[in-house]
């Protein structure tokens, strides 16, 4: 795939995958990919030059326990093939994942989303519990509706 042809195959394979996207721009998507315990999780979808560049917001900077945090986060960059995760300057949590365009189908497409539903199942409970005051007992599931 070259970068020209790039943004109508990637909007094909989404609708392939039945992927809830909405075009942002010529080369750009915001996708929603679906988690048991955060619910839907916005991903910015860009088609650079070479590359297929993935955004997703987790959550926002934690309040406490900053260090174990980001620990636990960058330990978790270990043993992930694809999504990594980041923060930014005001210490807000990201995943973020790049594919090479040559190599880019639906299948891999497909992959890579689903791959961030279940690295964020993993996760977000134990973050959250970590780095905001979480009353006990409570039950991470998605929001109604």
Known sequence: MDAASAPSLIALFLEEIGAESDRRGERAWTVGVPCQKRGSIGVQVLARERSLGLRAFVMRGPDRDHLNVYERLL????????????ID???DVYAVADSPLACLDAA??????????????ETYESIVRMGFDVPEGTDFRPPPG
């Not at 978790?76 to 995760?85: E, I, P, V």
Request: glycine residues 14%; proline residues 0%; negative net charge.
């Open 75 to 86: 330990g978790k960059n270990l043993t992930t093939r694809d999504w990594r995760f980041g």
């Open 89 to 91: 300057a005001d210490g």
């Open 108 to 121: 891999v497409l497909d992959v890579l989303l689903g791959s961030l539903s279940a690295l964020i199942d």
